[in-house]
């Protein structure tokens, strides 16, 4: 799937102790990359270790905790990384939460899971902005969804204090996703920054995040589940664009990678149909100010 020399450079994965991340460090992990499996959880963490080094005993990976239900964790995994690390070759920020049924706040006051999605993500990847500009090529990876094409960025109502609903903010978190995938590479572009920025989505894969978010769904996701195995894949396919996107040598900055079978659901990489709101520069540039304010974010010259 690449061609180009990736032996012993650096990838940070959120959420990779598990599911998509999980795959997806392992993924990594085979083809020579150094990762560190960033999650809130430290047993789950170092289980999931013990298993990547049960599946290749030279795996070079190691636990950092970050919860992204705080940003003050999240400050303090960008301090330790740049305290350690002379530079990043790979962000993928993979870590989410699925359809919460009930309306749930961050430490930080947001709606948890456009907080936990998209603001922690965002504000850990301007964090980390100078160990990726210290290497040669870097990437930086966003998690989107085929949720994106239903999604609408409220600014009146962001972290849905007047009108909540599971599935509306999901599909918000994940179009924030793709639109700052946007913004960054043009930025990347405008400044000169030589970072590449890329989203994915895996298609409708079965993972327990998935799962639960299909139980928020009461009969019709009982409904769903019967028909889940003729147009759902595994999470070791649903890794496969997120790892094209991360290593691939001939990917198109700016680009979104999908599945390329059945409407995007499954199949091998291919770049994935982006709906008209994740292409509107105005609404693009409205949530990269906002988030800015929320998160406290600093990027150079944006």
Not at 48 to 69: G, K, Y
Not at 116 to 124: D, R, W, Y
Request: aromatic fraction near 8%; proline fraction near 6%; glycine fraction near 8%.
């Amino acid at each position: 799937m690449t061609d180009h020399d990736i032996e012993g450079k650096l990838a940070v994965v959120t959420g990779a102790n598990a599911g998509l991340g999980f795959e997806t460090t392992k993924g990594l992990i085979r083809q020579g990359y150094r990762v560190i499996l960033a999650g809130r959880n430290s047993d789950k963490g170092h289980a999931a270790i013990s298993s990547l080094r049960n599946d290749c005993p030279r795996a070079d990976v190691r636990f950092e905790p970050l919860d992204l239900d705080s940003l003050a964790s999240v400050r303090d995994f960008a301090a330790r990384l740049r305290a350690c690390e002379p530079s990043l070759d790979v962000l993928i920020n993979n870590a989410g939460v699925l359809a919460l049924p009930t309306r749930e706040l961050t430490q930080d006051g947001f709606e948890r899971q456009f907080g936990v999605n998209f603001l922690s993500h965002f504000l850990l990847t301007s964090l980390l902005l100078p160990l990726l500009l210290a290497a040669p090529a870097p990437r930086v990876v966003q998690l989107s969804s085929l949720a994106h094409r239903g999604g609408r960025i409220d600014f009146e109502d962001l972290h849905g204090e007047y009108r909540y609903d599971p599935w509306r903010a999901y599909r918000q978190s994940k179009l924030a996703m793709l639109l700052f995938s946007q913004t960054l590479q043009r930025y990347s572009h405008a400044e000169n920054w030589g970072l590449v920025s890329l989203a994915a989505h895996p298609g409708l894969s079965r993972t327990a995040l998935f799962d639960h978010g299909i139980i928020s769904r009461g009969m019709a996701g009982r409904l769903f589940r019967l028909a889940m195995p003729f147009v759902s894949q595994s999470a070791v396919e649903g890794a496969r664009p997120v790892l094209y996107a991360a290593t691939a040598s001939n990917v198109r900055p700016g680009s979104y990678i999908g599945p390329a079978g059945l409407g995007e659901t499954r199949g091998a990489p291919k770049p994935a149909h982006i709906a008209p709101a994740a292409r509107d520069q105005d609404v693009a540039e409205r949530l990269w100010k906002a988030s800015c304010e929320l998160t406290g974010a600093k990027w150079p010259k944006a």
